[in-house]
Nanobody
């Protein structure tokens, strides 16, 4: 059974940084995989933030390029999201997700089978 647990959220001022973590258990970290970070603000649809696959390839939505970085610690089965230069528009619940396929292609929530419970990020002006 795959379990994903996020942590690291909090409240920061605009321009600040946070690092989110996602601890994965029961997932094939030692094989080919695809994982992603998503976010959802109140009253808005869930949107993709970025993807990472087992080769270390990453992709990001335009609004976070150059500010956010996804990385992974395969030994510890942890996925990270480093967020710099945070803006009030980044305020949302952040969730990590994993595919039940061995590759990444689209940054769409419907492509992901496993989800964490989320961690809240609040960015004040």
């Amino acid at each position: 059974q795959v379990q994903l647990v996020e942590s690291g959220g909090g409240s920061v001022q605009a321009g600040g940084s946070l690092r989110l973590s996602c601890a994965a258990s029961g997932y094939r970290y030692n094989k080919r995989y695809c994982m992603g970070w998503f976010r959802q603000a109140p009253g808005k649809e869930r949107e993709g933030v970025g993807l990472i696959d087992s080769t270390g390839w990453t992709a990001y939505t335009d609004s976070v390029k150059g500010r956010f970085t996804i990385s992974k610690d395969n030994a510890m089965n942890i996925l990270y999201l480093q967020m710099n230069s945070l803006e009030p528009e980044d305020t949302a619940m952040y969730l990590c997700a994993a595919r039940d396929r061995t590759y990444c292609d689209r940054l769409l929530p419907t492509d992901f089978a496993y989800w964490g419970q989320g961690t809240q990020v609040n960015v004040s002006p």
